[in-house]
């Protein structure tokens, strides 16, 4: 042990002072002579026998001061008399004694006895005090703190004139033992003697010294002595000294350092040997065959060249490539695959040679070892043994690692020989690829042959020359479009000569043809054949491919727009076909190509396509590299090779270390060589591939592209499909219409004889030759279509033609005789007359289509021909007949009129006649048949029609001749004919009447006589009734129409004595009679008589009962009640004894259950069942079924009670059902969880009574139904309340829950063990925060890893939260780190401002730290320019770096980035820095510089502590501190005057612990000022919608939420809250405040002590305009500070919007806008 002696103990000898400050610590052994010590006790007086006792100097070490980690502090100063200086001189004595004298032998001491009292106070300094003050002696004790020391009063110079003398008072310590603390030499515990004489180590302390004595052996002990003071000196440095790190943690440190360097030996130790017994380098045989084997594999691939690889044999190439050839795609890849195959044989014969080396070292080495002849051959089992020797298996292990080193090493030659096989045929591709394009070549035999047979020129358009002439102009603007100099263009020329000359020739690669595709109708749009064009086809904005494409081609290809060329891409129009839409001269062939024509028919997606495509070569390509990797990877692993099996096989017979075995085991699982190591994670590799690809890829654009010149061809033969499918349909065609088809089709003919058949293109050779026999095939046939219908339409038309005229000639030249003949003569000629101008165009046409044919030379049959010159010649003579005619026409007409008198004369006549033979008395007399009379009136009335048909007929004639009434004035027909018109229907009136009478007759008589024959019970009386009253009306009708007669007269009389019988006989044919019916009738009439429903009508009738007809009516509608109201009962009864409670199957996790799905529909008929009884019970008919009645109302009404009971305890237990589900509610609720499946087992109960039965009704209301589902209700109620303790209980350990809905933190904690349970609800939690990162680990609890916002922005928390708790334990924890996470963030920005520039460090940083670290800033800046001397120009600085920051953050905004995160941080800081900039220019315009100004402070304000760390904000005379709620990168509000104005009064209110109430109409923005003022304060806003009938307890916990968690709510549309609730809300509201006033930690609301967090707020919006708004209470108003949200600043809001998305001329863009929706505003409806 190291002590140190105080520098401070002096006295007034100065050699004194440097003896005892030169003194060193000193260790002393003593022997112990005989001697007897015994402790005299407290009250014993103080006497000491001394012994002599020699001390020599035995040696002097020294240890290291050992640090503790407790510490023991003493802030008391113990001041005790002054030391006498006795004691300094006994102890300078000693020391120099101790200096002088050499030690003696030890002797052995004799065995002793010790007192065991144990001390009553065992601290050691108050023991050390003791002894001192006994002696009068004062003591000092200094501080432990650092922070307290002193040089002054930690140790006193005390002078000392006399020499020490101690009393000789011992006392034992020994060190104080505690669990929790290391060993401290310095804390001392007082034991007694004998407790510390039997321990190894112990301590013992007089006045004056202090010694360390330790027990060696055979009562051998080492002392180390010191005196007290100095002890205590020691003691205090030693605390002090562990107050440092460095000194505290030594002992770990130490023990690490020590583990370190132990491991960091026993690895390299490892290392070393390993590399020792496994490296093969070292051995020179091992070397010599390992060099050998690298020399065959670096031979294998030492090419010399690309093309002159032959020269050296050994070379192997995986690929077979010929730069002047051109292949299709399958023969390319196939002959690669040959190569590889060819390849694949050098390989296998240098894995030969490679094999026999091996061997041969093996043996080598084998002899080297003496163990050569167990190599040399194969042995058998029992010769193995000696294999299991040390030696051998150490050798055949060897040899196991050296086999599988040298497989590596042919991995690697695998490897390396594809990785050239992929560079040479990127060579290939790239040299191909940079060939120029060629001249385009047309398919001259067809274009000669065109020539030969081409169709007669007549007059068409040139479209196609119009086409490639647009093309051309096209081609040249776009080339137009990038200007060089004359020095530019002629580097470009040298560097393409010098390229020329050095540049290989290299002949296209592959051959694709352009391919015409017309899927059929059935075709479905999805082939993935047909697919394939989508994304290979050029896009809508390409540039022509012209002769120049070869100077242009690094440019001829532009991006894939959206639009897709195929019609596909776009919905399709529904459009009609017709000739003017196909044939329409107004589309030029340019605007084919630039708007591809076939989007307007896309019933045939005509297009064209590439073969092979895009798509098929990548796939055929990555096919042939990845089966050629197969290929070369195919060679067996030399492991496996059976000739080193004697080398490798024998290793399986031993018994191997697990290691090697496993090695084996490996490689019998694993395929060899690994393709996926080798190929697939060879970065270089696979970059080359993908540049092959992208070659490939390249030149197919460019392909792509120059295809879309062959689009018009597409279009053509689209439209020639079209028109084949639509000519057929599209009725008869003009001859213009045929001449527009002839023309245009031609043209088309002409145009893809034309086509280009043949051009190369980087590495393709693009053949259009199919594409074009394809497409003319169409064309020709819509022309020889054409033709066909034409010779038919001729054909047609002149039969037609022909039919008419002949047939009218022939009528033309009839003579009429009768009457009917000339009406018809007369008016054939009107017609001919009006169709003769329709004929001569018909003819025309004809003429017309035949020089048509004349003029396109179209085969037209002879007989067609002769069939024309006939027609012209009948048409002819038919217009001369129709003159002759018209001028014979007036002598025909004076024939025609005497005729027509003749015949009118003769039909009044027979009128006469017929009017006479009706009238006869005959018809009216009673004794004539019925037959007779019906026949008589059957003849009349035929008589009478034929005659109104002539009368009709003549009428008519007058009518055809209105033209002609100069010839037919003598008669006037119109008025003769209405006048025996007239008569005839007199006529047929009487006979109507005379057969209405007979017919009455006879129906009368077979009724009568069916009626009288019935009984009671089977007669019809509504039937009855029906023909009574008919038969009434009838005989009424003849009376007025007909002569008195007989008939009439008797017909009248019976009827109406049977009418009069008829009331008695419904009465009695009542089928409600019951027998008490009867018998009351009997005793009515009094009569013997029996009566019942049999009775026949012919007997009733006989008796005459006319007289009790008031009686027999009375008893019959008394029945007719009675039976109504029976059957509305039975109907009743009979429903609810058949009708089931439907029931369904509920399954849930466990089990499966009935419940009842819906009532509605029982509830209907059970209301409508009860209020029909209501019904039956007010009746008076009553009486007879009164008892049943009340009877089932009762079971109703039962009924009805039960159903209510029934579906309250099914809703409430379909709520709980899942909830007790979760093992986590079972585990915390286990009482309620017993609860609940007690009434799970009583539901099952009842449900197993009515299940599949048909009588609900009287099993729901049997006894104990009731009961049953009465006490589920109470259980299910109390289980409600538990759970609803419960979940009280998780929100207020994680207040933010009260946001959440009963249902929503059920399924949080019902799945608590599932941390992912709670990502649904993190947005109604907390501002911002979307998502948590949580990493699922291995081992161990998930965390939480970052907070993710909604626009995709992560916030990694510092330390991972641990999800091992409650869910809201650990949400406390998410909570607390996104406070602290922000904090960091926020400090971490603030350090950065001037260590980067702006742009960067906007980017870098989360966008909520950029928002608020720009405002420190903005503030920091403005504060230091106003306490500077040249405050103007410091402003106006701070103005000019506010406009630097907006162009930066403009230009950053404008840049074509996808991160909607970094544009939605952009917009908010531009529109903050914008209101920054307008604040600067207002401090500018008005001069202050003034940081107390109110035109400064009316502002938000963001100061920085930096010795808090702590953000505020301030406005006016409020501050707060910054809240650090997460939340994310949202937009920020334009800041208007208004908005500073609202915010102002907020802030104050704030300050004085109000409310505020923004009020002011719709629109206006109230609840998103409030939004964004807690976005500037960094809180989170909680927005509650209110409505009407809004429920105070709904508040109150939201109010729970809000005061615990410290947010802020805005409760939107205050004012529609009822005056009662409002009333509450405002009770509520003041205890907030005054808990907040008085600045209470906890308080009460509604009856529970919660705690507050202070900067809870409460804001509420109100529209005065609504009309069910109330009026707020005054108390609730005084709690508020009201603010006039009125009309908002549109045009800046528009400006500052616009500008922060990036518009430059954002004020004039914002004028119009404003303008735009005024007048909107004013002049559009609100819909």
Same mark, same amino acid.
């Not at 050691?124 to 650092?146: A, D, F, Y």
């Not at 809180?1579 to 802020?1608: M, P, T």
């Given at each position: ?87 300094? /001189? ?24 010790? +007192? ?130 460095? @000194?505290? =943690? ?111 070292? @093996? ?24 294999? #299991? ?98 020095? +530019? ?33 059935? =075709? ?21 491919? *012209?002769?120049?494409?070869? *100077? ?31 044939? &329409? ?239 018809? !003569? ?32 179209? !085969? ?154 019935? %009984?009671?019970? %089977? ?16 005989? &009424? ?89 029976? #059957? ?5 009864? +009979? ?113 197993? #009574? ?24 109470? !259980? ?27 249902? /929503? ?74 406070? +602290? ?124 502590? *930096? ?32 908005? =500073? ?81 409002? %009333? ?70 528009? /400006? ?32």
């Amino acid at each position: 042990m190291e002590t140190f002696i105080p520098i401070d103990l002096t006295t007034e000898n100065q050699e004194m002072d440097k003896e005892e400050t030169n003194t060193k610590p000193r260790l002393l052994k003593y022997e112990e002579k005989k001697h007897e010590y015994i402790k005299p006790l407290e009250t014993q007086p103080t006497e000491i026998a001394e012994k002599e006792l020699e001390y020599k100097t035995v040696k002097a070490f020294t240890e290291s001061l050992k640090s503790e980690k407790t510490e023991e502090n003493i802030t008391q100063q113990h001041m005790v008399s002054p030391e006498p200086a006795s004691l300094r /001189e006994k102890g300078k004595s000693w020391r120099k004694k101790d200096q002088t004298h050499a030690c003696p032998k030890v002797r052995k001491a004799r065995p002793v006895s010790y +007192d065991r009292t144990e001390p009553k106070d065992d601290d050691v300094i108050r023991n050390i005090i003791r002894l001192r003050e006994k002696l009068g002696w004062q003591t000092v004790l200094p501080q432990h703190s650092l922070k307290y020391g002193s040089s002054k009063i930690a140790v006193q110079k005390i002078t000392l004139k006399k020499p020490l003398e101690d009393d000789g008072e011992f006392v034992y310590c020994l060190p104080r033992k505690s669990p929790k603390a290391l060993y401290n030499p310095y804390d001392l515990q007082v034991v007694s003697a004998h407790t510390a004489k039997h321990c190894k180590e112990f301590w013992v302390i007089t006045a004056s010294f202090i010694s360390k004595v330790t027990n060696i052996v055979d009562s051998i002990e080492e002392v180390e002595l010191i005196p007290t003071l100095e002890w205590l000196s020691e003691r205090r440095h030693y605390y002090l000294l562990r107050q440092f790190k460095i @000194f505290s =943690d030594f002992r770990m440190n130490k023990a690490f350092v020590t583990w370190k360097l132990n491991v960091k030996r026993i690895k390299t130790e490892k290392s070393r040997s390993f590399l020792y017994h496994h490296l093969f380098l070292a051995d020179d045989l091992f070397q010599a065959c390992l060099l050998y084997i690298r020399g065959l594999c670096e031979d294998a691939i030492n090419l010399k060249n690309d093309n002159d690889h032959e020269n050296n044999l050994s070379a192997i190439c995986l690929v077979k490539l010929d730069s002047s050839r051109t292949y299709s795609l399958d023969e390319f890849c196939e002959e690669q695959l040959q190569q590889a195959t060819q390849a694949l044989k050098q390989l296998e014969d240098i894995r030969d040679k490679a094999i026999s080396e091996m061997k041969s070292t @093996f043996l080598k080495v084998a002899e080297k070892n003496e163990i050569k002849r167990y190599f040399e051959s194969k042995l058998s089992e029992d010769d193995t043994t000696h294999f #299991k020797l040390p030696k051998c298996r150490r050798l055949l292990e060897t040899f196991f690692k050296f086999v599988m080193l040298i497989d590596y090493i042919f991995q690697e030659l695998i490897r390396q020989l594809m990785n050239t096989a992929v560079t040479l045929l990127l060579e290939l591709f790239n040299g191909s690829a940079g060939m120029p394009f060629s001249v385009e070549k047309k398919n001259e035999n067809l274009i000669r042959t065109f020539k030969d047979n081409s169709f007669p020129t007549g007059k068409t358009t040139n479209d196609g020359e119009e086409l490639v002439d647009n093309s051309k102009t096209h081609a040249i603007s776009v080339q137009k479009s990038e200007v060089k100099t004359d020095s +530019d263009i002629s580097e470009i020329l040298n560097s393409v000569e010098v390229g020329k000359d050095l540049r290989k020739t290299y002949a296209p690669i592959f051959e694709v043809n352009l391919c015409l595709r017309i899927p059929a109708e059935s =075709d479905s749009s999805e082939n993935p054949k047909e697919n394939f064009h989508e994304s290979d086809l050029c896009p809508e904005e390409c540039v022509m491919f *012209e002769d120049e494409m070869s *100077e242009n081609k690094d440019k001829c290809v532009k991006k894939h727009s959206s639009e897709e060329l195929l019609p596909k891409a776009k919905k399709p129009k529904e459009i009609s076909y017709n000739l003017e839409d196909i044939l &329409s001269d107004t589309e030029s062939e340019t605007e084919f190509e630039n708007k591809y024509m076939y989007y307007e028919f896309p019933e045939f997606p005509t297009n064209l396509f590439i073969d092979p495509n895009r798509l098929e070569f990548s796939v055929k390509i990555q096919n042939m590299l990845t089966n050629m990797e197969k290929c070369i990877t195919t060679i067996t692993p030399l492991c496996q090779d059976p000739h080193l099996s004697i080398f490798i096989d024998l290793v399986s017979t031993m018994d191997l270390p697990n290691k090697i075995g496993s090695i084996i085991h490996y490689t019998e699982q694993t395929r060899w060589p690994d393709c996926h190591i080798l190929f697939e994670m060879d970065p270089a590799y696979q970059n080359i591939i993908v540049n092959l690809l992208t070659i490939v890829g390249n030149s197919m654009g460019l392909v792509n592209a120059y295809s879309c010149k062959f689009i018009k061809y597409c279009t053509m033969v689209e439209k020639a499909k079209i028109m084949s499918m639509k000519i057929s349909s599209m009725g008869e065609l003009t001859s213009k219409e045929f001449e527009a088809i002839l023309n245009r089709f031609r043209n088309y003919f002409r145009h893809i004889v034309n086509m280009a058949i043949e051009k190369r293109i980087g590495i393709f050779k693009v053949v259009s030759l199919d594409y074009q026999s394809e497409c003319l095939p169409y064309i020709d046939n819509v022309i020889h279509m054409s033709h066909t219908l034409m010779r038919s339409v001729i054909e047609k038309k002149n039969k037609n033609l022909l039919e008419v005229v002949e047939s009218s000639l022939q009528q033309l030249e009839c003579d009429p005789t009768e009457i009917e003949e000339f009406v018809e !003569h007369f008016i054939f000629l009107n017609t001919i007359s009006s169709k003769i101008s329709k004929l001569e165009k018909e003819y025309l046409t004809i003429s017309q289509l035949y020089s048509v044919v004349t003029h396109h030379q179209i !085969h037209i049959s002879e007989e067609q021909i002769a069939i024309f010159q006939v027609l012209h010649i009948k048409f002819s003579q038919l217009k001369s007949s129709m003159k002759l005619s018209i001028v014979n026409k007036d002598t025909a007409l004076t024939k025609f009129r005497d005729n027509l008198e003749a015949c009118i004369s003769g039909l009044r006549v027979d009128v006469s006649n017929l009017k006479a033979k009706i009238r006869a008395p005959l018809l009216l007399c009673a004794a004539t048949q019925v037959s007779t009379a019906m026949e008589m009136i059957q003849t009349l009335s035929g008589e009478a029609a034929s005659l109104t048909n002539k009368a009709k007929a003549y009428s008519s004639y007058q009518d055809c001749f209105s033209d002609c009434q100069s010839h037919m004035h003598s008669i006037n027909v119109e008025e003769i004919t209405q006048i025996v018109l007239s008569e005839i229907s007199d006529i047929e009136c009487d006979l109507t009447l005379r057969k209405q009478l007979w017919e009455a007759q006879e129906e009368w008589r077979q009724a009568s006589s069916e009626w009288r024959n019935c %009984s009671l019970q %089977s007669i019809d009386v509504e039937s009855v009734q029906k023909n009574v009253s008919k038969l009434m009306h009838i005989i &009424s009708v003849l009376e007025k129409g007909l002569p008195k007669s007989d008939m009439l007269t008797h017909l009248k009389q019976v009827v109406t004595e049977f009418k009069q019988e008829l009331p008695i006989i419904i009465a009695l044919g009542n089928p409600c009679l019951k027998p008490r019916h009867w018998e009351a009738l009997q005793e009515t009439i009094g009569k013997s008589v029996t009566l019942d429903k049999n009775c026949k009508v012919e007997n009733l009738l006989a008796l005459k009962m006319f007289q009790y007809e008031n009686e027999i009516n009375d008893m019959s509608t008394s029945a007719t009640n009675e039976a109504a109201l029976e #059957k509305m009962l039975f109907k009743i009864i +009979d429903f609810w004894n058949i009708t089931p409670l439907h029931l369904v199957l509920h399954h849930t996790e466990i089990y499966s259950i009935f419940i009842i799905p819906s009532i509605d529909d029982i509830s209907a008929q059970l209301e409508e069942s009860q209020v029909i009884l209501a019904t039956i019970k007010g009746s008076p008919h009553i009486g007879p079924i009164k008892d049943l009645v009340n009877e089932w109302d009762q079971n109703l009404t039962l009924f009805s009670y039960t159903l209510e009971e029934w579906m309250n305890c099914q809703r409430n237990w379909l709520y709980l059902e899942p909830i007790f589900h979760s093992s986590e509610i079972r585990r915390q609720l286990p009482a309620e969880t017993e609860l609940f499946s007690q009434v799970i087992s009583m539901w099952k109960k009842i449900m197993s #009574k009515i299940q599949n039965k048909q009588n609900a009704l009287q099993i729901t209301t049997s006894a104990g139904v009731l009961e049953i589902l009465q006490n589920c209700n109470i !259980h299910l109620e109390h289980i409600k309340k538990s759970l609803e303790d419960y979940l009280e209980v998780k929100r207020l350990i994680f207040p933010r829950f009260y946001f959440l809905s009963n249902a /929503e933190l059920l399924d949080i904690l019902a799945d608590s063990r599932n941390p992912e349970s709670v990502q649904p609800h993190l947005v109604k939690c907390f501002g911002n925060v979307k998502q948590l990162l949580i990493w699922k680990q291995d081992i161990g609890p998930p965390a939480v890893k970052m907070l993710i916002s909604a626009e995709g922005e992560g916030l990694v928390l510092p330390k991972k939260i641990r999800v091992r708790s409650a869910v809201e334990q650990w949400l406390v924890n998410v909570e607390k780190s996104m406070f +602290d996470v922000l904090k960091k963030f926020l400090s971490q920005g603030i350090e950065d401002w001037n260590c980067r520039t702006f742009s960067q460090w906007v980017l870098s940083h989360p966008g909520q730290v950029v928002l608020t670290v720009s405002q420190i800033m903005f503030y920091n800046d403005c504060i230091k320019s106003f306490v500077s001397s040249y405050s103007r120009e410091k402003l106006e600085e701070v103005h000019a770096g506010l406009i630097c920051h907006l162009e930066e953050v403009a230009e950053l905004v404008v840049l074509d980035t996808s991160n909607s995160r970094t544009k939605a941080v952009l917009g908010a800081l531009l529109t903050l820095y914008v209101h920054c900039r307008d604040i600067v220019i207002n401090l500018l315009l008005k001069n202050i510089f003034n940081a107390e100004d109110f035109e400064w402070t009316r502002h938000l304000q963001y100061k920085w502590n *930096e010795k808090q760390k702590l953000c505020y904000v301030s406005q006016g005379n409020a501050s707060f501190t910054y809240g650090y709620e997460y939340l994310g990168c949202t937009s920020r509000l334009v800041i208007t005057p208004l908005t =500073d104005r609202c915010w102002l009064t907020l802030m104050e209110a704030l300050h004085l612990n109000l409310g505020g109430c923004p009020a002011g109409p719709a629109g206006t923005g109230k609840t998103e000022t409030v939004k964004d003022l807690a976005k500037s304060l960094g809180k989170h806003c909680v927005v509650f919608n209110c409505f009407e009938n809004l429920d105070y307890k709904i508040v109150r916990k939201f109010f729970f939420g809000l005061v615990q968690s410290g947010a802020w709510s805005c409760f939107d549309e205050f004012n529609l809250i009822d005056l009662e609730v409002l %009333s509450v809300i405002a009770s509520q509201i003041l205890t907030i405040k005054a808990a907040k006033d008085n600045y209470s930690a906890r308080f009460v609301l509604e009856g529970k002590e919660i705690r507050i967090n202070m900067s809870c707020a409460v804001f509420i919006t109100m529209n005065p305009r609504y009309k069910g708004g109330v009026e707020l209470p005054d108390n609730l108003k005084s709690l508020f500070r009201p603010v006039a949200m009125m009309v908002p600043h549109y045009q800046m809001i528009a /400006e500052i919007i616009l500008f922060s998305f990036g518009f430059k001329s954002a004020k004039s863009l914002s004028e119009k806008l404003t303008n735009l929706y005024e007048l909107a505003c004013k002049q559009l409806s609100q819909q």
